[in-house]
């Protein structure tokens, strides 16, 4: 059985990330990436519908160690896969990654210090078993086998194609078609100026609206800083100007919603033809922020809508019809192409299963600390992003802790680090902490977060950053524990399990 000091689950953004941490700051670990998929690249290399492209700024989006050079802020997704591709070639962490692995389950034994990790291989006769001392998860909080369709009336008898955005057909011609977009998140919106340059018309029909943010492809800003300044200054000050810019966004929509409501709206209306009903299209019964906002480089969509390529309809489907979908309000949208972009599958660290000393764990009744690590189950680190900012912002900071926490482990002869909450007054609250159909349908499967630091998910860059970079480890909540068993007498130099320390 092989063991490895630390395993790392996913080879995405966060995967990569994490790759590069323990290069550079734990060089003594052997670790090992596994990725259940064919290729690198996560979210980025499975979604391969037109117009992919980032939801936050590239800035932030990108890794902090290697800033992004590209020059678009929102950039298309081939160029941001080939961008962490390149990040894990320039450093060997391609070289790390096993394939086809696929974690099945996962037990943590106190007595041996260490986690046994189920593994399964595709193109083996079955299943294999490693062990490491630290399990990383870095995949993300959805499946990636499916997303989410609601069960439409009629599907069956629809004569033309239905698509869903996470599946995208190869070989799928939108050219003449009329297409139908059911949605209004980011996958819509971004979906649609693109299929419109083809399509004979593009229908965007959703049941609520959302917020739509437009911002320049090419921010001018970033790009004179970037012309101004080395590239050593120029990396970090246009991340932080970034980071705090849409903190200070986010922090403005909470506090003075209507403020907020009034800019969107008369953005819109500026980039959308007189007289059209923003009422009905672009104004969401929802305070911003309370879900994801979208963001249209260039106000894109609104271009489609303008130019008549594209058009919104808010209403509710009654039923698929042979030639296309009944509303509820009695009008027809006669479709060749139906594109159901309804949202995710939520999965909580890829769907392994996970005990502690062969207990299963009740993910509902933990909570999550510094939005990285679970109540009670030792050595088990989270990669999850933030949902009101770039996503790698907060998943590099984790990454960090991670590391912090291995080395303070090794120099001290310990082997666990468990996240404890001693006080009773702490009540939970949902994860995640958007309204968005995708992350309220999974609430009751996921852990929660606490009301109180460091049981809080801050959903907040600045304070992050204190709190993990700027403070020791120590705190009242975090133990460390469990030095490993003495080697049997007369074993001379044998090792703990984390490399380096040698046990008397």
Not at 347 to 360: H, I, Q, R, T
Not at 417 to 426: F, G, L, M, Q, V
Not at 470 to 477: K, N, Q, R, V, Y
Request: proline letters at 6%; glycine letters at 10%.
């Amino acid at each position: 059985m092989e063991h490895l000091n630390v395993i790392v689950v996913g080879a995405g953004l966060s995967g990569i990330a994490a790759g590069h941490y323990l290069n550079t700051e734990c060089p003594w670990a052997d670790y090992a990436i596994l990725e259940g998929r064919e290729a690198l690249g996560g979210t980025w290399d499975l979604f391969r519908y037109p117009g992919l492209r980032s939801d936050s700024d590239m800035f932030t989006l990108g890794y902090s160690f290697r800033p992004w050079a590209g020059a678009k802020a929102i950039a298309d997704g081939d160029s941001i896969l080939n961008y962490v591709r390149e990040t894990a070639a320039e450093e060997g962490i391609d070289g790390k990654i096993r394939y086809g692995h696929r974690i099945v389950a996962a037990n943590w034994s106190t007595e041996d210090a260490r986690w046994t990790v189920q593994v399964e291989r595709s193109g083996s006769d079955g299943p294999t078993t490693l062990t490491c001392d630290f399990l990383f998860s870095c995949t993300g909080y959805y499946r990636y086998d499916h997303g989410y369709t609601p069960d439409f009336p009629g599907m069956d008898s629809f004569g033309g194609t239905v698509v869903h955005p996470q599946h995208w057909p190869d070989d799928l011609d939108v050219a003449g078609k009329r297409v139908v977009v059911i949605g209004s998140g980011a996958t819509a919106i971004t979906l649609i100026p693109s299929l419109a340059r083809d399509a004979e018309h593009v229908t965007m029909l959703q049941r609520t609206p959302s917020y739509v943010a437009s911002l320049p492809a090419i921010n001018p800003l970033a790009d004179r800083a970037r012309r101004w300044l080395p590239a050593r200054v120029s990396g970090p000050v246009v991340r932080w100007a970034f980071a705090l810019g849409t903190l200070g966004s986010y922090k403005l929509s909470r506090w003075r919603p209507a403020v907020v409501k009034k800019a969107l709206r008369r953005e819109a209306a500026r980039r959308l033809p007189d007289g059209y009903d923003l009422d009905t299209h672009f104004n969401p019964p929802y305070d911003p922020w309370d879900q994801r906002l979208c963001v249209v480089p260039d106000g894109d969509l609104f271009a489609a809508i303008s130019d008549g390529s594209a058009s919104v309809v808010t209403d509710h489907v009654e039923t698929f019809t042979e030639t296309g979908i009944r509303l509820k309000s009695g009008d027809e949208l006669e479709a060749d192409i139906v594109v159901t972009a309804t949202g995710l599958e939520l999965l909580f660290a890829g769907g392994m299963e996970l005990s502690v000393d062969g207990e299963p764990l009740d993910l509902p009744s933990k909570l999550t600390y510094k939005g990285m690590m679970l109540e009670d189950v030792p050595n088990l680190a989270l990669a999850i992003g933030y949902t009101n900012a770039s996503w790698t912002l907060k998943a590099e900071l984790t990454c960090q802790y991670v590391t912090r926490i291995l080395n303070h482990l090794r120099d001290t002869g310990l082997c666990q680090a468990t996240p404890r909450n001693r006080d009773a007054s702490i009540t939970a609250a949902p994860l995640l902490g958007l309204t968005s159909g995708y992350i309220t349908r999974a609430s009751d499967r996921f852990p929660q977060q606490g009301s109180r630091f460091p049981w809080q998910v801050h959903q907040s860059y600045l304070r992050d950053y204190r709190a993990m970079r700027m403070h020791g480890l120590a705190d009242e909540a975090m133990e460390f524990s469990n030095r490993p068993p003495a080697p049997p007498i007369g074993v001379a130099g044998a090792k703990a399990h984390l490399p380096g320390k040698v046990v008397a």
